[in-house]
């Protein structure tokens, strides 16, 4: 039996962030944090959430603020950025796990951007393992050849021209990522055009960061995935310079397998092909 609980919570900067916490009845082996890609909500992770409670975790799933059907903020309203989704968002959600689970370890499972930002957070050092699933640079000239001339059209023509006339970026109406906020948006369109994606954007505090950061990490990704190439995968993890990550390279023909995509390890039709096979032994290590 596992409880669900949605719960409020406000960051240091005043504004709320709102998780989810499933909680198994039996005794909790360990945390795991499920930190979201870009513009997915977080009960795209339920599912998953669900099986790993039934392994006897706690765990976790968020909304970055202005993002989800619980937060009324507009994004057109909205001032907030990636870097206050790491500084103040994750934190938050961090400090409140460490509270719920006391002294055990937590995990944190980053999903492409949940993945990409790990090193921006203040208090990372809480926790034990990272595992990040297809997250990458987000570099454009890197992405699968397939995407290059869609990548290029959204970052030199529908991005500029979506947050000047709009005032934010209206991805569900035009089937690409979801709404960001006009701050978000700005911010990764920097980061995807910059060779060295977020470490050729962002101030030498986050560099010393990502140069510094020292846990455990281990980085599944995909073959089909076109968003996030080998050189992708490769570069981001890079930024990483204190530790080697390892990494798991899953192909769908060698397991036999349906296409996974960017988003389709999450699906619960991949319970024992992913889930039981490629992510348990990693939250044992």
């Not at 560099?207 to 995968?233: G, H, R, V």
Request: proline share 4%; charged share 20%.
């Amino acid at each position: 039996m596992i409880d669900i609980k949605d719960v409020e919570l406000t960051a240091d900067n005043g504004k709320p962030v709102y998780a989810t916490f499933f909680c198994p009845k039996e005794e909790i082996k360990a945390a795991v944090v499920i930190a979201p890609a870009l513009g997915v909500d977080k009960i795209f992770y339920q599912d998953f959430a669900l099986w790993l409670a039934s392994y006897g975790y706690l765990v976790t799933t968020f909304d970055y603020s202005s993002m989800g059907s619980a937060d009324k903020v507009h994004y057109k309203e909205s001032d907030t950025t990636i870097t206050d989704w790491a500084v103040f968002d994750c934190k938050k959600i961090l400090e409140q796990v460490s509270i719920e689970i006391k002294d055990k370890d937590i995990y944190w499972i980053g999903h492409s951007l949940g993945g990409q930002i790990t090193a921006m957070i203040p208090n990372i050092g809480l926790v034990s393992k990272v595992i990040t699933v297809a997250s990458g640079s987000g570099y454009w000239r890197k992405n699968a050849a397939a995407l290059k001339y869609k990548v290029w059209f959204l970052w030199y023509f529908v991005a500029p021209v979506s947050l000047k006339v709009l005032g934010y970026f209206p991805g569900k109406r035009l089937g690409m990522v979801g709404n960001l906020p006009f701050g978000v948006m700005k911010q990764w369109r920097a980061w995807c055009l910059h060779p060295h994606y977020l470490l050729g954007i962002e101030n030498q505090a986050v560099q010393m960061a990502y140069q510094l950061f020292n846990k455990p990490m281990t980085s599944i990704s995909f073959t089909d995935d076109q968003l996030m190439s080998a050189e992708n995968i490769n570069s981001l993890h890079g930024f990483f310079s204190d530790i080697s990550p390892k990494m798991i390279r899953i192909s769908a023909e060698q397991l036999n397998i349906e296409n996974i995509g960017h988003f389709g390890f999450f699906k619960k039709k991949f319970k024992s092909a992913l889930w039981e096979s490629q992510l348990l032994p990693e939250l044992t290590t």
